[in-house]
C-alpha cells in the first residue's frame, strides 16, 4: 500500500465509530477487558498480494484475543474497518468450499423442517457470499435476498440469486422493509462474528423479522477452539468467538431470546444458534450445552491459561518440526491458503524459506497471488502432483481428513503434515 493510501486508510478509521482499538466488552460494554492471547501484530487474512505490491509498505493491526470478565465474552481488541476487511475484491468463494456447500444444502432442510417455511417465505441471507445458501431455498420455491458488500454478489447476482451488493446496516434493513416486507427466516453464516457494534446489529436483524421469524447463525464456537487448540481461527473478520452465554446476553440487549441451538463441525467446529422475538424459553439443548460449557470451564481463567500455553508449544514444535525438515533439504508446500491459514502463519513466522508454496483449488481468485505478511505464492493445486513435494503441509487442517485422502487419490505421492492440534506427520492414510 502506497503511503498515501495508508494515510487516507487511517483518516478514515479516524472518522468511524466502532473501529480501532476495542476499550470494551463487544457485547455488556464492560471496560475492563483482559488480554488472553497475544498473537502481535498481522495483517488483514484476505489481504493477498499481488506480485508488484510484495515491494510496497504492508500495514499490520493489534491482534490480541481478549476475554470480559463480566459476560465471558472472548473478542480480539482491534476492529478494522468493514471496508478493508471486507473489500469487493474480497476473494472468498463459498462455493468452492465442499464441506460449506454440504453444510448449508444440510441447514435448509433443517430450517424448513423444524420452521414449517412455505412457498412464498422471504428468506435473508446477510453476508451472503456467491449465494450458496439460498440457492437451496429458492430450489423450493421460496423468494430470497442476499445481503453482500463484495463483488460476490456479482457471481450470486448471475446465478439467479437477488443480491444486494452493501453492508447490512440501519439503512439497509429499512430499504428492505420498504420493498421486500418482514423475512421468516434470517440467516448469518459465519458472519455473525464479523459486523461491528453487535447490539446495533442484532436491533437490525429484528426489526426485518416476522413476529414469528427466526434468525439463524452459524460462528466459530469456543468450545471447539478450546478442545482442538483452533487459534488460527483468531483474525480480525472474526471480531467475537461466540459461546452460548455472551450470546443469550446480546439477543437479550435487543428483546430476543436464545431459543435453540446445536454444535455442528463445519469451520472446524462451530454453534448454530436460533434466536426469536421476545421473552422465550430456552431449549433444553440450549440448557444442556450451556451446562456442558460450564464443566468445561471455557469461562474460567486458568483453563484459557492451559489452552494459551497450549498454543505456544504448537507454534514451537511446529516451527522446529519444518526446520528439521528443511535443514534436511526436504521441499515443503502448503495445501490450501484460507484465511485461517494467514494466522498460523503468521504467528509462526513461516515464510518461503519454510514453505516453497501453497496450493489452492482450480478457480480460486487467490491463485497468482502472495500471501499476507508471509509472501508465500499461492499457486494451483496441479503443481503438487506435477512436482511431489516431499512433504504437504495441510493449512486447510479442519478439513484435512477430507483432503487428505482426495490428494493421494489424485496422485500425491509425498508425505503429509498435520499443523494442529499438535503437529505431526502423517505417513499413511
Not at 499461492?378 to 481428513?401: C, M, T
Request: net charge positive; hydrophobic share 40%.
Amino acid at each position: 500500500m502506497t503511503p498515501i493510501n495508508e494515510k487516507r486508510t487511517i483518516q478514515i478509521m479516524k472518522q468511524q465509530k466502532d473501529l480501532g482499538a476495542v476499550k470494551k466488552c463487544q457485547i455488556c460494554s464492560n471496560p475492563e477487558l483482559r488480554i488472553i492471547l497475544p498473537l502481535g501484530h498481522q495483517p488483514i487474512v484476505q489481504a493477498y498480494l499481488t506480485e508488484n505490491q510484495l515491494s510496497e509498505p504492508e500495514i499490520t493491526y493489534p491482534l490480541n484475543l481478549c476475554r470480559c470478565p463480566k459476560c465471558g465474552l472472548l473478542q480480539i481488541d482491534h476492529v478494522i474497518n468493514p471496508k478493508f476487511v471486507f473489500p469487493k475484491s474480497y476473494p472468498y468463494r463459498t462455493g468452492l468450499t465442499n464441506m460449506l456447500v454440504r453444510n448449508f444444502r444440510e441447514l435448509v432442510v433443517t430450517l424448513e423442517k423444524k420452521y414449517h417455511l412455505k412457498k412464498n417465505d422471504l428468506i435473508i441471507d446477510i453476508g451472503s457470499n456467491d449465494g450458496t445458501l439460498l440457492q437451496g431455498f429458492k430450489e423450493k420455491g421460496m423468494r430470497v435476498l442476499g445481503i453482500e458488500p463484495t463483488n460476490a454478489a456479482r457471481v450470486a447476482n448471475k446465478n439467479g440469486i437477488e443480491t444486494l451488493q452493501e453492508f447490512f446496516t440501519d439503512k439497509t434493513a429499512k430499504k428492505i422493509l420498504n420493498k421486500y416486507g418482514e423475512a421468516k427466516i434470517v440467516a448469518a453464516t459465519n458472519v455473525f462474528a464479523h459486523i461491528p457494534n453487535p447490539p446495533e446489529l442484532t436491533k437490525n436483524i429484528k426489526k426485518i423479522l416476522r413476529p414469528d421469524g427466526v434468525f439463524v447463525s452459524e460462528s466459530q464456537y469456543l468450545m471447539d477452539i478450546i478442545e482442538k487448540t483452533e487459534f488460527d481461527t483468531i483474525y480480525h473478520e472474526h471480531l467475537r468467538i461466540y459461546s452460548l452465554k455472551p450470546l443469550a446476553k446480546l439477543f437479550s440487549l435487543s428483546g430476543m431470546s436464545l431459543t435453540d441451538a446445536e454444535r455442528i463441525t463445519a469451520a472446524g467446529g462451530s454453534i448454530r444458534a436460533y434466536a426469536q422475538q421476545g421473552r422465550r424459553k430456552a431449549s433444553r439443548q440450549v440448557k444442556n450445552l450451556m451446562a456442558a460449557e460450564e464443566t468445561a470451564g471455557i469461562y474460567d481463567v486458568e483453563v484459557l491459561k492451559k489452552f494459551t500455553k497450549k498454543i505456544i508449544n504448537a507454534k514451537n514444535d511446529l516451527v522446529a518440526l519444518l526446520l528439521k525438515l528443511k535443514r534436511s533439504g526436504a521441499t515443503i508446500a502448503g495445501i490450501g491458503s484460507p484465511a485461517r491459514a494467514n494466522t498460523l502463519l503468521g504467528f509462526t513466522k513461516i515464510n518461503t524459506h519454510l514453505l516453497d508454496y501453497a496450493c489452492e483449488k482450480s478457480g480460486s481468485p487467490k491463485i497468482g497471488l502472495f500471501t499476507p505478511g508471509t509472501h508465500i505464492p499461492v499457486v494451483d493445486e496441479k503443481r503438487l502432483f506435477e512436482k511431489q513435494p516431499d512433504y504437504a503441509l495441510i493449512l486447510s487442517w479442519h478439513i484435512g481428513k477430507e483432503l487428505m485422502p482426495i490428494l493421494r487419490k489424485n496422485g500425491y505421492k509425498g508425505k503429509f503434515i498435520m499443523p494442529l492440534p499438535v503437529p505431526k506427520i502423517i505417513k499413511e492414510i
